[in-house]
Structures are given as structure tokens and as C-alpha cells.
């Protein structure tokens, strides 16, 4: 066991006046499972790099371990997957290595061929069983189950599991339950660590925002009520006083000094309750810092004129010789929120592809109702560029509202003045959903909406689409997500 300490670290990038971490202090074992949680443009994927060494930083990080990133930059993909292996680890050894695979399930067929033949899940595997070869290597793990399949997230968290040593940024709640013992967390304004998964650490923010949101309420209304009360004695304080310079109505003089002495006492109770009064607000300043902001988001689903939306009739797919997808027969009814489910490369995105008009060899029938308007969000988000109000302009959506909606999911307004291609994957996905919600749409076609979204984003959007129930065919291997929000499963 050694530790990598953090101590006083502050970042930004070039050009940038708002920092990503600042004067920020913590400890981390290197035998632990950690999970990384925290919204989107937080600085998760930033500190990985600031472990690597890649930017210049203020502070100190000390680490007796190296450190090695997931995924690997593999430069020549046309290699065979061993010569890759290699390259990750040249001194590994081939039985060590095949035993790693066959914990992943991974044929050691796959080292004799080359590295771009396999699948985006296979080359996930191969990748994770060679950098945990490594001795005395910190494993910094960034976003694995992008690729995956939910069989595979299954596996690929059992795996996880075993071993120890590693920070991992997800966003999959199943994911990271099945897979760590800590968490570490960037909120708001700090940075925590705490001991457990992430249901476990859900819970205990969930019970530290509900009590600070009590406190925060209680001494609102005793602020409240100590503001009128030192006003009200702080008047009579005054009213007193003056007595001091008239007579009683009998016509003898007053006591000066009696009421001198009652006009002091009651402004010095008059300053206790002020100070009361300042040290409820200081308590209540320190509240509420840390407690993210979810509010629920609106659609506006076209309603459609018949039941039934389309059918795809003994469907099949084919790209080139290859067949995608084989004899697939489903409907898409008003109200379905119908989740496409296989393994990576059974046809999934082929399908809603093909829904969506693309120009897409099949056979079989496919059927969409007359007028139809489909919104689709695509897995691909490398396209975006440029600001937020050409890409509203040149897709015909209400700019106002589409900013509302990301503001609503954590986008701050120094992001809106910012060029998409520097967003992070988080933001760019919402940037895609934002604007699938602004679109007047009959159905919506979702492929993996989810990719790089965090969590508390990922609870917003499944309580939009309980709350509206909109027809929603979609594309998601979040275990939790799919089991919340779908009425229908077609398991290709």
C-alpha cells in the first residue's frame, strides 16, 4: 500500500479564466477501487492528464506508483493484436496474459489477428488485461463501458472487481456498484472521498443535501425572526430613552437613572440578538454549496393521428456480403418507449439508421406512417462545432429555448461562449439531446443517448420521459435507465 497525495493543486487551462481546480488537497490509496463520479466538464478526464503530467499545474501530486491510462492510444491498428499488447507492455508474459483474457471471456484467437478486426468491446478487454499486467501501475481508467454491451459491463465490473489499484470514471450506476469500494466525487466547491459504491454514496448525499436543505430552512426562518425581534427591541430601546427627559403623569420627575439603566439593558439584549441573528446567517452561508441543481425538463411531443407509427416486417440488413441484423418484425405503437437490446454488432444502430431514412441496403418491409417527423439523436457527437447559436439557427430550433434546456442540465453560460468542438463528450451528447427536445417530433430514435452523460443528467432525462411519456425507440446498455423507462424490449 502507498498513497498519492494531492496537496494544494490548482489548474486552468490557457486562456481560460475560470479554474478547474483550485488550492484543492486530498489522499488516495493505491489499493483501492475508485470510482470517479461528478458532472459533465467537472475536471474528471482533466485530472487523470494532471496525473499523467500532461499540463503544468500549481500545488504538488507525489505518488510512488506510475500511472497508465485507459483507453491506450494504439497508433497501428493494423497490427496484430499481440505486436499491440506488446506495445502496451513489452514485458509481459503469454500465459498470464491469456489467463487475464479468459477471466474476460476473450478467445486467445484474437492475439493472431489483426487489432482493427476486433470488436470495440473485444479491443476494450485486450486493452484492461494488459495494462492490469502492469506491476506497480496505478490504473487510470476513463469511461470503459462506452463500448460495451450490457452482457460485456457485467463482465468487464466482475473483472474490475478482482483487482485493485485503479480509478475509474463512469457514469453507469450498475457499473460502478458492481466494480469499487470508494468514490471519489468533484462537487460544486470541493472534492470528497468517501468509503463504499456508488448506491452508498448517493445515499449519504441524498441524506446530507435533505438535511442541509432542513437546516437551511430553519435558519432562514430564524433569521427571520431575529430581524424583527432586535428591531422591535431596538425600538423600545429608543422609546425609553426618550421618557428619560420627560415627567410622570403625577408631575414628579423620573428616575433617569432607573430608565437609563432599563434603556441599556434592553439594547444590549437588542445587540445579543443581532449577533444571534449574524451568526445564523454565517451557518447559513456555509449550506446548500454542494447541492446540485436538477430541474425537470419539458417536451412537446407532436401528437400522432393513428395508433400504430411504423413496422418493420421480417426485416434484414446487409452491408456489403455481410449480414447486419436477420428477420426482424416489430411495431412502434403511440406511447411504446421501446428498447433495442443484443450484443455489440447485432444490427441495433442498423435498425434506427433505417428508421431514419439513411440509405441503408435491406430486405423485408418497412413501413412509417404518413407524415411522420422523427428526431434522432446519433451516437456520433466529433461533428460538433462551433457556438450554440449557429447550430440552433442552422437546425431550425428555438435558441431560447434549447439554452434553457442545457442550462437546466448543468451547462453554465460561460459554456454558451464557448466553441463545441472544446465541450467535453458529456456536454456534447446533451447538446444533441437539447436539441431533440426543442424538435417538434412524432418519435423519437435514440442511440445511446447516454455516452459520457453523468448521473444526475442521466436521472433528469429518465424522469422527463416518465413524466411525458413520449414514443421513444432507443438504443442503451444503462442497466438502471433502460429497466426505469422501457415499456417494450426487442432482444436482437
Sequence with gaps: MSLINVNHLTFAYEGSYDHIFENVSFQIDTDWKLGFTGRNGRGKTTFLNLLQGKHEYSGQISADVSFDYFPFDV???????????????????????????????????????????????????????????KENSFLLIDEPTNHLDMEARELVGDYLNRKSGFILVSHDRAFLDRSV??????????????????????????????YELAENDRLRKDVKRLSEAAKRTSNWSHEVEKTK???????????????????????????????????????????????????????????????????????????????????ISFTIDRGDRIVLMGRNGSGKSSILKLLCGEDIRYSGALR??????????????????????????????????????????????????????DYSGGQKKKVL?????????????????????????????????????????FVEHDREFCERIATKQIRL
Design 75 to 133: 497508433k497501428h491498428k493494423e497490427d496484430n493484436t499481440l505486436d499491440v499488447v506488446e506495445e502496451i507492455y513489452p514485458d509481459y508474459v503469454l500465459w498470464e496474459f491469456i489467463r487475464e483474457l479468459s477471466l474476460l471471456q476473450v478467445s486467445d484467437d484474437v492475439l493472431y489477428r489483426p487489432f482493427e478486426s476486433l470488436s470495440n468491446g473485444e479491443q476494450t478487454k485486450v486493452m484492461l488485461a494488459a495494462l492490469f499486467l
Design 181 to 210: 469500494d470508494h468514490i471519489l466525487s468533484i462537487n460544486k466547491t470541493n472534492i470528497e472521498i468517501q468509503r463504499g459504491n456508488f448506491s452508498d454514496w448517493w445515499e449519504n448525499k441524498q441524506r446530507q443535501d435533505n
Design 245 to 327: 427627559n420627560g415627567t410622570r403623569n403625577s408631575g414628579s420627575k423620573v428616575d433617569k437613572g432607573y430608565i437609563g439603566h432599563k434603556a441599556a439593558k434592553m439594547m444590549q439584549r437588542s445587540k445579543s440578538i443581532e449577533q444571534r441573528q449574524q451568526t445564523a446567517i454565517e451557518e447559513k452561508s456555509r449550506l446548500l454549496k454542494n447541492i446540485e441543481t436538477s430541474e425537470s425538463l419539458k417536451i412537446a411531443q407532436l401528437p400522432y393521428h393513428k395508433t400504430q407509427l411504423a413496422e418493420l416486417d421480417h426485416v434484414s440488413i446487409y452491408y456489403g456480403e455481410k449480414q447486419a441484423c436477420h428477420d
Design 368 to 421: 412509417l406512417g404518413s407524415q411522420l417527423k422523427i428526431s434522432y439523436v446519433s451516437q456520433e457527437t466529433s461533428w460538433l462545432q462551433g457556438n450554440l447559436t449557429d447550430f440552433a439557427r442552422a437546425h431550425d430550433i428555438d435558441e431560447s429555448l434549447f439554452k434553457a434546456i442545457l442550462r437546466k442540465l448543468d451547462f453554465s453560460r460561460l459554456q454558451f461562449e464557448k466553441d463545441m468542438a
Design 433 to 473: 439531446i437539447a436539441k431533440s427536445l426543442c424538435e417538434k417530433a412524432h418519435l423519437l430514435v435514440w442511440d445511446e443517448p447516454l455516452n459520457f452523460i453523468d448521473v444526475i443528467s442521466r436521472m433528469q432525462i429518465e424522469d422527463l420521459l416518465l413524466a411525458y411519456a413520449p414514443t421513444i425507440l
